[in-house]
């Protein structure tokens, strides 16, 4: 009886909550339902506009609807949708030495994935073959998919619902300046500590250890990062002892970050990682992602493989236009510019805010954490009143996540901000 008079978008919120998963995140006390998207705003099923500063979930990096992707997509389309890379497949090789090139490996070989855990997964297969050991490292707070490989190496425990894994892992210091036992030495130290952390959990380990992944700044866990430098030093340990380096670059990589193209370059380490993986942005939408390797170490696999979906033709295709759009307008510049001047606006609206503990960032990737999980969601709420979206992470929660388009302009940066002013003072004040 009681659905009679409900609104048919009710009505979708119930269907959601009894067909899908009860641990499927799902934000807002009343969830959102997106139509359209346009540029950096979307629309929902009621026609208000929201500000998308949350870049769909950092999937959308250039814009929603962007002209170059959908008529790339449409024209690949009307040829074929899918064939399998049992055949040639011009816009995935196109794509991959695009991207080989981009990864600054040396004689890189290209694998695509159809999502960021996938990409993963198989660059934690590689490794753990490629050194004969399913013995890993990893960060803690850190987030790595949801696949039962990367879900079991996955630091922050709120993404890791299962103990049980596969793999050994072991888990270092150094993903949250912050906070931990190395909070309060200066940058300099902070590394040093971090190292004798690692050497002295390699010390402990038994056996052979195959490779570190660690995401150079951590997406889920908070936007938050050890000092710059911290992965130079840790991928001096690394090389002396053989053990290989995962990049995790599925937040970070593209210019996100504004000063690098991906996250492990704000390092300054010598060489580049053994494996970098990436997804979510790379395909503005579609579900792309991927790994790139040294060739000995993606050729450590000795079986004929593929992933269906993997590089197909239309994501394939899409995802050429969108890296095209990316790198002939310097959306890394305009990360790093507008990213520059919203991360100066929200550090000046929250100075005096007893509410907000941090606020922090690079380029378009800032957090702005919260002193409760509690409040982060209160403003997430308020700001939604106010026509913008954020996302949410880190410590229970407690950190707004901002990882707009990269082609926000400084005129929509400012429009967002004056609506997370408002939503603050309005926690602040404690009128939610
Ligand atoms: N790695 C990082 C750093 C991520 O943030 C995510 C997703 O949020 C993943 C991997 C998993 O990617 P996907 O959700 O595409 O499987």
């Not at 629309?43 to 250039?62: C, N, P």
Request: glycine content about 12%; proline content about 4%.
């Amino acid at each position: 009886m009681a659905t009679v008079s409900m609104s048919v978008h009710e009505q979708l919120a119930l269907r959601h909550r009894a067909v899908l998963p009860d641990w499927l995140a799902v934000y807002y006390r009343q969830p959102i339902e997106i139509t359209h998207g346009e540029g950096r705003y979307v629309w929902d099923a009621q026609g208000r506009r929201y500000l998308d500063f949350f870049g769909g979930i950092l999937t959308t990096m250039t814009a929603h609807a962007l002209p170059e992707v959908t008529a790339a997509v449409t024209e690949q389309a009307g040829r074929v949708l899918h064939t399998s890379t049992l055949y040639l497949n011009r816009p995935m090789i196109d794509l991959a030495e695009r991207i080989a090139r981009l990864s600054g490996i040396e004689d890189a070989r290209v694998f695509f994935t159809t999502s960021g855990t996938e990409a993963n997964d198989t660059a934690l297969l590689l490794a753990t073959t490629y050194r004969g050991s399913n013995q890993v490292l990893a960060m803690r707070n850190s987030y790595h998919g949801r696949s039962f490989t990367t879900v079991g190496i996955t630091g922050n425990t709120s993404w890791s619902p299962t103990s049980l894994s596969p793999l050994q892992t072991l888990y270092v210091h150094g993903g949250v300046r912050t906070r931990g036992p190395f909070a309060h030495l200066t940058d300099p130290a902070y590394i040093d500590a971090c190292v004798e952390d690692l050497e002295d959990v390699l010390d402990q380990a038994q056996g052979r250890v195959a490779a570190l992944i660690a995401e150079p700044v951590q997406g889920v866990g908070g936007f938050t990062s050890g000092p710059d430098g911290l992965f130079a030093a840790f991928k001096r340990v690394l090389d002396r002892r053989g053990i290989l380096w995962i990049t995790d670059e599925v937040q970070t990589g593209w210019g996100r970050t504004g000063e690098h193209f991906w996250g492990w370059q704000a390092h300054g380490a010598s060489g580049p990682p053994d494996i970098l993986t990436f997804a979510k942005g790379i395909g503005n939408g579609l579900s792309m992602g991927g790994v790139v390797a040294r060739a000995d170490v993606m050729n450590c696999l000795t079986a004929n493989s593929i992933s269906t979906f993997g590089g197909s033709p239309i994501t394939s295709a899409g995802a050429l236009a969108n890296l095209t759009y990316l790198l002939e307008h310097d959306l890394q510049g305009n990360a790093r510019r507008v990213g520059g001047l919203l991360l100066g606006r929200l550090q000046a609206i929250t100075a005096g805010l007893s509410c907000v503990r941090e606020v922090r960032g690079r380029g378009l990737m800032i957090g702005v954490e919260l002193n409760t999980p509690e409040q982060a969601t209160d403003v997430l709420e308020a700001t939604r009143g106010g026509g913008l979206l954020v996302g949410k992470g880190g410590h229970g929660g407690a950190v707004l996540r901002i990882a707009p388009p990269l082609t926000l302009t400084v005129a929509e940066a400012e429009e967002g901000a004056e609506i997370l002013e408002a939503a603050l003072k309005q926690v602040e004040s404690g009128r939610q």
